[in-house]
Each structure stands twice: as structure tokens, then as C-alpha cells.
């Protein structure tokens, strides 16, 4: 019913900034519930970030708190994640997800997911 697209992944030094983007198709972007997530090499997908259909809350992991924005523009169909202050350990696969709910930290109650975009932090 819905496909994303994630963009704006690369290489960034310590400390720099870097805005992810989902774009997903479909006209009831406004439906879903949309998430962050992501993969680094040999560790466990985890939540980074939520927002909830109309965009008036959010949800952030303890990792990113302060550091990190989740946001979304329902008249694009895309939803951002604008990270500051990026550290090494959050290099990973970072992958935007969309769901017929609420907005949750767990990744099972996700309906589409996209392909996922490299993040790289050199220290």
C-alpha cells in the first residue's frame, strides 16, 4: 500500500550533522504512524525515533535524546530525521518504517519498511 524511500545518508566527521529523508508513496501518507530505525554491522536493528500520524508527538531512544529530530511533512509524503551532534556508534543502516497504528518503539509492529540508507561517522 506504501513505499519508502530513504536518501541523505553518507559520510560525516564526529560531531557534524546530517538530515535523513523518507519519501513514500501513496495519498494517505497521513495514515500511518512512521518510525526510525537502524542496523549497525553485527548488532540488532533498534528504534532511533517516532512520530505520530499528524506529526504532534514523538519518540526518541535514550541514544539520541537531544541530539536527534524526528519530523514530517504529510503534504510531501516524507518524513526527516535531522541528527546533530553525530557520534561513531551511530554509524549503521538507518531505515524509515510505516504503520496502520500507533506510533511504537518496536520494529515488529511496523507494516512497510524502505531500503535503508548508510549513515558512516568517522571519529
Known amino acids: 500500500q506504501v513505499q519508502l524511500v530513504e536518501s541523505g545518508g553518507g559520510l560525516v566527521q564526529a560531531g557534524g550533522s546530517l538530515r535523513l529523508s523518507c519519501a513514500a508513496s501513496?495519498?494517505?501518507?497521513?495514515?500511518?504512524?512512521m518510525g526510525w530505525f537502524r542496523q549497525a554491522p553485527g548488532k540488532e536493528r533498534e528504534f532511533v525515533a517516532a512520530i505520530t500520524r499528524s506529526g504532534g508527538a514523538t519518540g526518541y531512544a535514550d541514544s539520541v535524546k537531544g541530539r536527534f529530530t524526528i519530523s514530517r511533512d504529510n503534504a510531501k509524503n516524507t518524513v526527516y530525521l535531522q541528527m546533530n551532534s553525530l557520534k561513531p556508534e551511530d554509524t549503521a543502516v538507518y531505515y524509515c518504517a510505516a504503520r496502520v497504528g500507533t506510533m511504537s518503539y518496536r520494529s515488529s509492529l511496523y507494516d512497510y519498511w524502505g531500503q535503508g540508507t548508510q549513515v558512516t561517522v568517522s571519529s
Open positions: 501513496g495519498r494517505t501518507f497521513s495514515s500511518y504512524a
